[in-house]
């Protein structure tokens, strides 16, 4: 949908002059969202995979444990986006947490790690084990 079509879209939902101070504004709001280009767009508007991908990659390099604050910080994201993810990815092992509260690399992304390391994409074995 491009900017055209949201502003005819939002047009059809308020329509009227008289519109309320609050829809006007919140009418506005959505436009300037909408104009901005992609790389300007609020944090808020990316996508769920694109967050945890900000989290799990703070993990590449550096220490091996983050509490929640610094995951939060490395990842530039919220601290209550952080910890609602994190919750997520702790109870499907993506990630671990520990009884001091520090998150880690959890089984399953050993588990990947492992598999991709195993199968390297410069082993020309069998065809039958390429990933």
Do not use: W
């Not at 220490?63 to 986006?81: G, I």
């Not at 919750?87 to 089984?107: N, S």
């Not at 199968?119 to 990933?131: I, L, M, P």
């Amino acid at each position: 949908m491009d900017v055209q079509q949201v502003r005819g879209a939002l047009r059809l939902v308020y329509p009227a002059p008289d519109q309320t101070s609050v829809e006007r504004e919140s009418v506005g709001r959505v436009l300037a969202i909408v104009d901005q280009p992609d790389d300007d767009r609020p944090a808020a508007r990316e996508s769920v995979v694109d967050r945890v991908l900000r989290m799990l990659t703070v993990f590449t390099d550096g220490p091996c444990l983050f509490n929640l604050s610094q995951l939060a910080e490395q990842s530039e994201l919220p601290l209550s986006t952080t910890h609602r993810l994190a919750k997520q990815l702790v109870k499907h092992d993506v990630l671990r947490k520990d009884d001091h509260g520090q998150y880690g690399v959890g089984a399953v992304l050993l588990a990947i790690a492992s598999h991709a390391v195993h199968h390297d994409t410069n082993d020309t074995t069998s065809a039958d084990d390429d990933c």
